[in-house]
């Protein structure tokens, strides 16, 4: 039987998510997407007209497809919470009576396929990303938490109960959660120390519960979307050519490929873990030159 996957946070084909969803196309898997609201009009009319389509090949010449793609905001846990100008907001209100928030996917999701077997948690949003924590309002630094890190807390609440026993989850963070990163600011360090940690309480709690495993990728930089927004992607890249002990630039496939490791009975015994993807930047203490 093949696994079924629902992917949180793609909207084009240049992210970690639609890497992710590459490998576990190519291992089988029928994948579904939460794709942020915002982001979802011009997700789909790029994918409709083609744009996506050299990326979607996979090894053996067919296209990946998605079998359902849901509009999504993780940042509402339920329609009750969602404020009033966001629900009548016209690209949040074209959800309708499905909805957007958390429960109301993992429902969907539910009524749809039934029980799933794999879980990623792609996303990640700061709107004081560029302010130093110094600057970083209560506000700022509390929706970087919310966005980036209770969001995969409450995707396992309401996710859990719909997993399959023997089911995984993998997010992405960074490591500027553990050293110091200059520039990676609004509460974003601190989220990611926020995701790590949870996914170690996650995994005793879902693995004792649901039988689940929970794990989170700390990946090397990547020029992604959300990343060109930081806008000091170009340098953690060089730097990381330079520093690195692989002198290569990472690519998404590479993240991609662990996660679909991660997801699958070769890891049934790795939960709880952060692992590095980084072309083994994190082990560095000091410049080379
Ligand atoms: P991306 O832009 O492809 O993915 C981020 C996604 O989050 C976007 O699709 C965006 O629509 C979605 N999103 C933002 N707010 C959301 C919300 N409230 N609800 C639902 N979706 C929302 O960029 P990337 O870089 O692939 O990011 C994926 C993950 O990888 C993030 O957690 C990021 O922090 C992490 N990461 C990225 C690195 C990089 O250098 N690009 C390095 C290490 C980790």
Same mark, same amino acid.
């Given at each position: 039987r093949g696994k079924k996957a629902f992917i949180a946070g793609i909207a084009d084909d240049q992210g970690f998510g639609w890497a992710i969803a590459k490998a576990l196309a190519?291992? !089988?898997?029928?994948?579904s997407l939460g794709v942020w609201v915002p982001a979802l009009n011009i997700f789909e009319s790029s994918y409709r007209r083609g744009k996506f389509d050299a990326s979607r090949k996979l090894s053996n010449g067919s296209l990946m497809e998605f079998a359902k793609v849901y509009p999504m905001d993780a940042v509402y846990d339920t329609p009750e919470e969602v404020p009033e100008d966001v629900s009548s907001n016209k690209r949040y209100a074209a959800a309708g009576d499905l909805g957007f928030t958390v429960s109301d996917v993992a429902r969907n999701v539910e009524k749809d396929f039934g029980k799933?077997? +794999? @879980? +990623?948690? #792609?996303?990640? %949003?700061g709107p004081e990303v560029t302010k130093p924590l110094l600057e970083t309002s209560r506000k700022g630094y509390l929706m970087a938490v919310s966005a980036s890190a209770y969001s995969y807390v409450s995707m396992l609440q309401r996710f859990g109960p719909?997993? %399959?026993? !023997? !089911?995984? *989850?993998? #997010?992405?963070? &960074? @490591?500027? #959660?553990?050293?110091?990163i200059p520039g990676y600011g609004g /509460?974003?360090?601190? *989220? $990611? *120390?926020?995701?790590?940690?949870?996914t170690r309480v996650l995994a005793y709690e879902a693995?004792? $519960? &649901?039988? @689940?495993? +929970? %794990?989170?990728?700390?990946? /090397?930089?990547?020029?992604?979307r959300a990343a060109k927004a930081i806008g000091f992607i170009d340098d953690m890249i060089k730097y990381s050519y330079a520093n690195a002990p692989i002198q290569k630039e990472l690519e998404a496939r590479e +993240?991609? %490929?662990?996660a679909a490791f991660l997801l699958s009975p070769m890891a049934s015994a790795v939960t709880g873990a952060t692992i590095y993807v980084d072309n083994g930047l994190n082990a560095m203490g000091l410049a080379p030159d």
């Amino acid at each position: 039987r093949g696994k079924k996957a629902f992917i949180a946070g793609i909207a084009d084909d240049q992210g970690f998510g639609w890497a992710i969803a590459k490998a576990l196309a190519e291992a !089988g898997a029928e994948i579904s997407l939460g794709v942020w609201v915002p982001a979802l009009n011009i997700f789909e009319s790029s994918y409709r007209r083609g744009k996506f389509d050299a990326s979607r090949k996979l090894s053996n010449g067919s296209l990946m497809e998605f079998a359902k793609v849901y509009p999504m905001d993780a940042v509402y846990d339920t329609p009750e919470e969602v404020p009033e100008d966001v629900s009548s907001n016209k690209r949040y209100a074209a959800a309708g009576d499905l909805g957007f928030t958390v429960s109301d996917v993992a429902r969907n999701v539910e009524k749809d396929f039934g029980k799933i077997d +794999v @879980l +990623v948690h #792609s996303l990640a %949003n700061g709107p004081e990303v560029t302010k130093p924590l110094l600057e970083t309002s209560r506000k700022g630094y509390l929706m970087a938490v919310s966005a980036s890190a209770y969001s995969y807390v409450s995707m396992l609440q309401r996710f859990g109960p719909i997993m %399959n026993p !023997g !089911g995984a *989850a993998v #997010s992405l963070t &960074y @490591l500027a #959660s553990e050293k110091i990163i200059p520039g990676y600011g609004g /509460g974003m360090s601190s *989220a $990611k *120390a926020a995701l790590e940690s949870d996914t170690r309480v996650l995994a005793y709690e879902a693995g004792r $519960k &649901y039988q @689940l495993r +929970v %794990n989170t990728i700390s990946a /090397g930089p990547l020029g992604s979307r959300a990343a060109k927004a930081i806008g000091f992607i170009d340098d953690m890249i060089k730097y990381s050519y330079a520093n690195a002990p692989i002198q290569k630039e990472l690519e998404a496939r590479e +993240v991609g %490929n662990a996660a679909a490791f991660l997801l699958s009975p070769m890891a049934s015994a790795v939960t709880g873990a952060t692992i590095y993807v980084d072309n083994g930047l994190n082990a560095m203490g000091l410049a080379p030159d």
